[in-house]
């Protein structure tokens, strides 16, 4: 079992920026690749970026690149997503999620199998 923690979420006005983070726990936290998805309102939930257990390995999905960066510390089993320059459409419900692979970064959300409850980040306009 897995379990983790978002926080950081808000409202922020465009161009702003947040840090979430997200705390694992949990046996196998520190082993597992992690990452950020988001859903707004209306939309399917989408990849925002993930991170391989060893952190030398991030992706990102093409409209956050540049802008957003996944970091982790697995003394502390703690995965952050710096968000810079903020837009109204990156508005939406933010979670971190454990995949089931250490390698790589997964993208697919089929293979991630713990999910945090989410935070909300809002972008004004």
């Known amino acids: 079992q897995v379990q983790l923690v978002e926080s950081g979420g808000g409202l922020v006005q465009a161009g702003g920026s947040l840090r979430l983070s997200c705390a694992a726990s949990?046996?196998?936290?520190?082993?597992?690749?992690l990452g950020w998805f988001r859903q707004a309102p209306g939309k399917e939930r989408e990849f925002v970026a993930g991170?391989?257990?060893?952190?030398?390995?991030?992706g990102y999905v093409d409209s956050v690149k540049g802008r957003f960066t996944i970091s982790r510390d697995n003394a502390k089993n703690t995965v952050y997503l710096q968000m810079n320059s903020l837009k109204p459409e990156d508005t939406a419900v933010y979670c971190c999620?454990?995949?089931?692979?250490?390698?790589?970064?997964?993208?697919?959300?089929?293979?991630?199998?713990?999910w945090g409850q989410g935070t909300q980040v809002t972008v004004s306009s």
């Open positions: 999620a454990a995949a089931r692979i250490n390698g790589g970064v997964a993208k697919d959300e089929a293979l991630y199998d713990y």
């Open positions: 949990g046996r196998t936290a520190g082993s597992r690749g």
């Open positions: 991170i391989s257990w060893t952190g030398l390995s991030t």
